[in-house]
């Protein structure tokens, strides 16, 4: 079974660009996650897909953010315009059930690095 | 306000010696508790997930507890491929999906 996939790995953009993250979960999973970790903080929650539906964005910092899944398959995560505190590691994950036995399927993340 | 902490934040053990990490959460009504853990440049990996005070999970070295107030991660024998970060997580009932992670324990075993 193939893992949750992340691209880019990596990003490097200057402030005020844009950059769009992609994560295509477990193929089958219905819940998609979003998660960050910036510099020397926990790994924190922006938002839950539930197939092509938004269930939870409670934790989007701001509407420099937009999360899209298409047709209930892949997630992106674009951000416009990046600011500096933007930087981080965008970690998608995906499960079959929500959040039970079996946990998230983590991606191994993006590393966003704003100058 | 829901929140997660973990000790001790780095540990360092010689192969063999057996020690324990520390979760203490306070959340407004439990839902779960989730152990993962993190080799460098990966995402986490799932471990275990503990539901009720006084229950028991374990996986090859690692056994996870928990009670009302605190989970621990004992690890017995460690062996140099257990060296990561180990996160714990909690996820409250009026949360439903969305868990909360604790900062980590980074753990080293040295040969």
């Known amino acids: 079974e193939a893992g949750v996939t992340q691209f880019p790995s990596h990003s490097v953009i200057e402030k005020g660009q844009t950059v769009t993250l992609r994560c295509d979960p477990i193929s089958g999973h219905d819940n998609l996650y979003w998660y960050r970790r910036v510099m020397g903080k926990e790994i924190k929650f922006l938002l839950h897909?539930?197939?092509?539906?938004?269930?939870?964005e409670s934790g989007m910092p701001n509407n420099r953010f937009l999360a899209e899944r298409t047709g209930g398959t892949y997630s992106t995560l674009k951000v416009q315009p990046a600011e500096l505190e933007d930087s981080g590691v965008y970690f998608c994950?995906?499960?079959?059930?929500?959040?039970?036995?079996?946990?998230?399927?983590f991606g191994s993340g993006t590393r966003l690095t704003v100058v | 306000e829901d929140q997660v902490t973990q000790s001790p934040e780095a540990l360092r053990l010689q192969e063999g010696e057996s020690s324990s990490l520390n979760c203490s959460y306070t959340?407004?009504?439990?839902?779960?508790l989730f152990w993962y853990r993190q080799d460098p440049g990966k995402g986490p990996e799932f471990l275990f997930t503990?539901?009720?005070a006084g229950e028991e999970k374990e996986k090859e070295r690692l056994k996870a507890t928990l009670t009302k107030k605190e989970s621990f991660l004992h690890i017995t024998a460690p062996k140099p491929e257990d060296s990561a970060t180990y996160l714990c997580?909690?996820?409250?009932?009026?949360?439903?999906?969305?868990?909360?992670f604790g900062p980590g324990t980074s753990l080293s075993v040295i040969p």
């Open positions: 959340v407004s009504g439990l839902r779960g």
């Open positions: 503990l539901y009720s």
């Open positions: 994950a995906s499960s079959q059930d929500r959040v039970g036995n079996y946990g998230y399927t």
């Open positions: 897909f539930v197939k092509e539906s938004k269930q939870d």
């Open positions: 997580a909690v996820q409250a009932s009026a949360s439903y999906d969305k868990v909360i």
